[in-house]
């Protein structure tokens, strides 16, 4: 990880629920099967924000642990190719786990990253 990494992947994290309820009242959705993600521009920043909520239904601890650890990994991989200044809260859905180990990380940050596009209204 390059010098500072850890305090960039901070400061790119909706962390307080303040922001989150922002997220999902005035933001826009998109669902598949294993994801939901809301995406809400607060026209600030040069940078996406992530959220995550990741409940019991995903798995036991050790399942919601690596769903998230995933969906960050592969946020950060896609986030050069999202609108700068959207907040994303992405909701794993039952199921989320399972996918990972039927088709692999990537494929769920590819539905990941559709699923982003959607919500924001824009495509690549």
């Given at each position: 990880m390059?010098d500072?990494?850890?305090?960039?992947g901070?400061?790119?994290?909706?962390?307080r629920?303040g922001?989150?309820?922002?997220v999902?009242r005035r933001?826009t959705?998109?669902?598949?099967?294993h994801l939901?993600?809301?995406?809400?521009?607060?026209?600030?920043g040069?940078q996406?924000?992530?959220?995550?909520?990741?409940?019991k239904?995903?798995g036991?601890a050790v399942?919601r642990n690596?769903?998230k650890?995933?969906l960050?990994?592969?946020f950060?991989r896609?986030?050069?190719?999202?609108?700068?200044?959207v907040?994303?809260?992405?909701?794993?859905?039952?199921?989320?786990?399972?996918?990972?180990d039927?088709?692999g990380?990537?494929?769920?940050?590819?539905?990941l990253?559709?699923l982003?596009?959607?919500?924001?209204g824009?495509r690549?």
């Amino acid at each position: 990880m390059p010098d500072g990494g850890a305090r960039r992947g901070r400061r790119s994290r909706v962390t307080r629920s303040g922001d989150f309820d922002s997220v999902y009242r005035r933001g826009t959705s998109a669902a598949g099967r294993h994801l939901v993600v809301y995406a809400f521009a607060r026209g600030e920043g040069d940078q996406p924000r992530l959220g995550l909520s990741v409940g019991k239904r995903v798995g036991g601890a050790v399942e919601r642990n690596r769903v998230k650890r995933v969906l960050r990994e592969e946020f950060a991989r896609i986030s050069g190719a999202l609108a700068p200044g959207v907040d994303y809260v992405v909701i794993a859905r039952a199921g989320a786990h399972e996918y990972i180990d039927e088709r692999g990380a990537r494929a769920l940050g590819d539905r990941l990253g559709e699923l982003a596009e959607k919500a924001t209204g824009t495509r690549s």
